[in-house]
């Protein structure tokens, strides 16, 4: 199994910045994509942004030009750093990838972390 681990998230006011951080373990052959996606209250998770092993990135529309994503394949680590943060940016965050396990391909999910932006 997969086990992604997610930190780096809490209050920030209006135009702060956070950085995210998120560590898969376990019996990975391959890890495929890796990705950030969030939800916030009363709504439906919805993607920020995904990273392939070679290094493509794609951004949900309203993140381009605020938030990076990264990742360090020798460490299993994706990082999403978030500048110019707004209030609704407020939500879950949490950590996604697709990796080969046993010869299979799934989608596993980390836990969540929780940003806050204030106004």
């Known amino acids: 199994q997969v086990q992604l681990v997610e930190s780096g998230g809490g209050l920030v006011q209006a135009g702060g910045s956070l950085r995210l951080p998120c560590v898969a373990s376990?019996?990975?052959?391959?890890?495929?994509?890796m990705g950030w996606y969030r939800q916030a209250p009363g709504k439906r998770r919805k993607l920020v942004a995904t990273?392939?092993?070679?290094?493509?990135?794609n951004y949900a529309d309203s993140e381009k030009g605020r938030f990076t994503i990264s990742r360090d394949n020798a460490k299993n680590t994706v990082y999403l750093q978030m500048n110019s943060l707004k209030p609704e940016d407020t939500a879950v965050y949490y950590c996604?990838?697709?990796?080969?396990?046993?010869?299979?391909?799934?989608?596993?999910w980390g836990q969540g972390t929780q940003v806050t932006v204030s106004s």
């Open positions: 990273i392939t092993s070679g290094g493509s990135t």
């Open positions: 996604y990838t697709q990796a080969v396990v046993a010869g299979f391909v799934g989608d596993y």
């Open positions: 376990g019996s990975i052959f391959r890890i495929n994509a």
